[in-house]
């Protein structure tokens, strides 16, 4: 595949005059690494089939995996979709802008490449001030997945999306580290029973306490497993293999003494372990990420794609990882939700 040989543009959120580059950047038909509150996205202008094809070279990301759009406001979600189901307005109202894509009728103005040629399209509005200024500068809708290597960990700082992507975009802007860490929960409110497909920053409960019914948990069969061999597109962003794991085999532990008998049948300068605040390692003598503390799910959901992407860059063969226990908290079930998958898929 050919490869762009220009260095990556690093523009600064703060900087006005950066913003409005980038803006025109998009304008134009490039593609800028944009900061959200959840990970780092690639923009594209979702309404420019040639622009959206360029997602799709540049993170080398296979056409059956749909994307999910941003917009800034109504009216611009006007332009993506056909209508707004009354089912979805509640979700709208209660968690935009904010981690929760839902899946709505696709306007006919689209191209297919964002849908993988589905009716409904994801949409989000996002809630970091940076995202929000670029697409209002732009005054276009964005199609942003994750700003990484198609399979790779999502991005959540700029040195993240410099590592997969440099040279392969146009242009990042940098508002830092990411608040949450793991990509946003994806809903569809059109159908019945609603179906969660991805767990993220809205939890399952939250959900169901606005739209007062039960929601169907989506559950990849071993087809949606194996795409490589059966590629045919995907109902949801975020479903498709390999979305969050290391190159790294990702082993996990449930508790202190799992650990400790794992780390006896495993080689040193080949392993590295996320530990915990208050877990020990006294006699390890391998790589270590200092996770963060059970009881903080915000901080072990802000360094999890941090914690990996550092042991996988030291080349280890296998990340040994702690399971959070099970619970209501949204971004618990969203760890456990992406280590699952990311051991599963190693």
Same mark, same amino acid.
């Given at each position: 595949m050919k490869t762009a040989t220009h260095k990556t543009l690093h523009l600064i959120a703060d900087r006005m005059a950066d913003v409005t580059q980038a803006a025109a950047t998009l304008a134009t038909g490039g593609l800028v690494a944009m900061p959200t509150e959840t990970v780092y996205g690639l923009a594209a202008n979702a309404?420019?089939?040639?622009?959206?094809?360029?997602?799709?070279?540049?993170?080398?990301?296979?056409?059956w995996d749909p994307?999910?759009?941003?917009? !800034? %406001?109504?009216?611009? @979600?006007?332009?993506v979709v056909r209508?707004?189901?009354? !089912?979805?307005? *509640?979700?709208?109202?209660?968690?935009? *802008?904010? *981690?929760?894509?839902v899946l709505l009728p696709r306007h006919p103005d689209l191209p297919d490449a964002v849908t993988a040629g589905r009716d409904l399209v994801g949409v989000r509005m996002p809630s970091h001030p940076a995202?929000?200024?670029?697409?209002?500068?732009?005054? @276009? +809708?964005?199609?942003? *997945? !994750?700003?990484?290597?198609? &399979?790779?960990?999502?991005?959540?700082? =700029?040195?993240?999306?410099?590592?997969?992507?440099?040279?392969?975009? %146009?242009?990042?802007?940098?508002?830092? +580290?990411c608040a949450i860490g793991v990509e946003s929960t994806v809903l569809d409110p059109t159908a019945s029973p609603m179906v969660l497909y991805r767990q993220g920053g809205v939890s399952l409960a939250q959900i169901e306490v606005v739209v007062k019914q039960r929601v169907t948990v989506y559950r990849r069969s071993d087809d949606v497993t194996k795409v490589a061999a059966k590629p045919e597109s995907l109902p949801s962003p975020g479903v498709g293999i390999r979305h969050y794991a290391p190159r790294a085999r990702l082993m996990l532990v449930h508790t202190q003494a799992d650990l400790d008998d794992l780390l006896h049948h495993v080689t040193p300068?080949?392993? &590295?372990?996320? =530990?915990?605040?208050?877990?020990?390692?006294?006699?390890?003598? &391998?790589?270590?990420?200092?996770?963060?503390?059970?009881?903080?799910?915000?901080?072990?959901?802000?360094?999890?794609?941090?914690?990996?992407?550092?042991?996988?860059?030291?080349?280890?063969?296998?990340? =040994?990882c702690p399971l959070p226990p099970a619970g209501d908290e949204a971004l618990v079930e969203a760890i456990r939700d992406r280590?699952?998958?990311a051991a599963r898929e190693s």
């Open positions: 309404l420019d089939a040639a622009a959206v094809e360029k997602i799709f070279v540049a993170k080398e990301r296979p056409h994307l999910i759009v941003h917009v !800034s %406001d109504r009216a611009m @979600l006007e332009r209508q707004v189901p009354a !089912s979805a307005l *509640p979700l709208m109202e209660a968690f935009w *802008p904010g *981690p929760l894509t995202a929000l200024a670029l697409i209002r500068a732009a005054n @276009l +809708p964005l199609a942003a *997945p !994750s700003a990484n290597r198609f &399979g790779h960990i999502s991005p959540t700082t =700029v040195a993240h999306v410099l590592a997969d992507l440099d040279g392969r975009i %146009d242009a990042v802007l940098d508002a830092g +580290p300068e080949k392993t &590295g372990v996320m =530990v915990p605040l208050g877990w020990a390692v006294p006699e390890w003598t &391998g790589k270590v990420f200092q996770w963060e503390c059970w009881n903080d799910p915000a901080a072990l959901a802000r360094t999890l794609y941090t914690g990996l992407r550092a042991l996988d860059g030291m080349r280890v063969n296998t990340i =040994v280590l699952l998958k």
